[in-house]
């Protein structure tokens, strides 16, 4: 017999055996079974030992991430929980909005902005009108002044009432959500009446303001989702001026920040996820060119309405919060307590207007439109209406930098003027920029939830950052 057909039929006898033997079926089974764990177990060995030699391993936080605030893309190195680098990417916003104001008029770049920092439209406004006005020597009347100084401070309510709810809800708390929004509203309807946008308002002009306060505020009408009991306590304010309404506003939103505070303040849960997260000491804060609750929070008192008083901020009297600590919880507080002082400018500043009437833009037909009256009655000044908003104004060629102290830290505006009606460069100072560039520092060392904490607390806005 040949040596195959051995094997083969010993292979058939084999097979004829244990299939007449289900014992030794189960040894062959379990013999398999055991070759296979030993399989496993030498991989196993082998991957463990291939992961020991990869410590830290990269994650993309955004930029569709619900925290990042925008398009931020935040590229993290991580070992285990822990961030060991944090790059940020921007750009992705970027709009060309220096190289656009510097192809237009200086009175048609006003509107860009408002869209840089869309949550701080006025204050934004605020700082390039000045430079147009230093360059132009001409100063705005005392009540336009007031009046800006009064829409900077609804201005930062705004920034910092969206700023609160946004940060509570990353955090985990979504009532402060949708209480500060239920303020926001009341505010956003005096952009609204004053400018006719909730927004991107362009009320600000060089020499004063587009139009003074209204003398009656809209009223809410009945419809689907206002009707009733809420219709009524809306339009319970609406029934004098844009004064009486703001006093009634601020008697009322100082109660409401205390809602706020018996929320979050002593909140367990919040002071976990902000005390000693982010700290930032003030030799730090300086070096990185901090400013606002960034700096503040470091226990730099450092404001421009009190350091280069600017618009009407050396006649009202106000605090400056300064924090002790330099974390995320001491940049709350600071921000709390800055709508508070917010608050206290605006009823001095209602209080003056109320007993100072007088013009709101300067009388110079070169940088302010005259009146539909006048037009009608003279040529001239309909020759100057037709030039100002064809052609506008040359400014004298200089150069100046304007800063004003906006919600988020110093918002600066520098421009060159080459004597045309167009500015020959025009550079932008956003504070949010400054803080983002710093996260790497801030954020090394702490947990991966941290940093969501660290993103809320330095309220960046993307159309400011990338411009």
């Known amino acids: 017999m040949s040596r195959s057909a051995t094997t083969r039929t010993r292979a058939v006898w084999c097979t004829s055996r244990y299939r007449s033997s289900p014992e030794s079926v189960c040894l062959v089974w379990c013999a398999r079974i055991h070759a296979i764990c030993r399989h496993r177990t030498k991989l196993h060995r ?7 030699e990869i410590r830290n391993y990269t994650m993309n936080f955004g930029p569709q991430h619900p925290a990042a605030h925008g398009v931020l893309r935040l590229v993290l190195e991580l070992d285990g929980e822990s961030v060991v680098r944090a790059d ?18 200086y009175n048609q770049s006003i509107g860009y902005m408002d869209r840089l920092d869309y949550m701080s439209m006025m204050c934004n406004e605020h700082a390039y009108v000045r430079a147009i006005e230093r360059l132009l020597g001409i100063e705005p009347p005392l009540r336009a002044e007031y009046i800006r100084t009064l829409f900077d401070e609804v201005t930062r309510l705004l920034n910092h009432l969206l ?27 005096c952009y609204e009446a004053v400018s006719g946008a909730r927004m991107h308002a362009a009320y600000y002009r060089p020499g004063g303001v587009y139009r003074d306060l209204p003398e009656r505020m809209p009223q809410y009408k009945e419809s689907a989702w206002t009707k009733g009991a809420d219709l009524k306590r809306r339009n319970e304010w609406r029934q004098g001026t844009m004064l009486d309404y703001f006093d009634a506003f601020c008697v009322d939103f ?11 303040t002593d909140n367990r849960i919040w002071k976990q996820r902000t005390v000693n997260i982010g700290v930032i000491p003030p030799e730090m804060a300086l070096r990185m060119g901090m400013s606002g609750p960034m700096l503040r929070g470091s226990g730099i008192a450092w404001d421009l309405r009190k350091k280069q008083p600017y618009a009407a901020y050396d006649r009202v009297d106000f605090d400056v919060p300064v924090g002790v600590n330099g ?19 605006m009823q001095q500043c209602v ?9 709101v833009m300067v009388r110079n037909y070169k940088v302010a439109p005259p009146s539909r009256v006048e037009m009608k009655d003279d040529m001239e000044a309909l020759i100057h209406h037709f030039k100002l908003f064809t052609e506008g104004y040359s400014v004298p060629a200089g150069e100046v930098y304007c800063a004003v102290e906006a919600p988020k830290g110093e918002f600066g505006a520098y421009i060159i003027a080459d004597g045309a009606n167009k500015p020959f460069r025009v550079k932008l ?10 996260m790497d520092e801030i954020v090394r060392g702490h947990m991966l939830p941290d940093v969501v904490a660290v993103i809320g607390t330095m309220d960046i806005v993307f159309g400011e950052i990338d411009r």
């Open 429 to 438: 100072r956003a504070p949010g920029f400054v803080h983002l560039s710093s």
């Open 327 to 345: 974390d995320c919880y001491d940049r709350y507080v600071i921000r709390v307590e800055e709508m508070r002082q917010s608050t206290r400018i």
């Open 351 to 359: 209080k003056w207007l109320r007993e100072n009437p007088g013009d």
């Open 163 to 189: 700023w609160l709810g946004s940060n509570a809800l990353d955090l985990g708390a979504m009532t402060v959500f949708l209480y500060a929004f239920r303020e926001r509203e009341e505010l956003m309807d």
């Open 46 to 52: 082998r991957q463990t030992e291939a992961m020991a």
């Open 254 to 264: 100082l109660k409401r920040i205390d809602e706020y505070e018996t929320l979050l």
């Open 88 to 105: 940020p990417h921007v750009g992705l916003l970027h709009r060309g909005t220096e190289k656009l104001a510097e192809s237009k008029p």
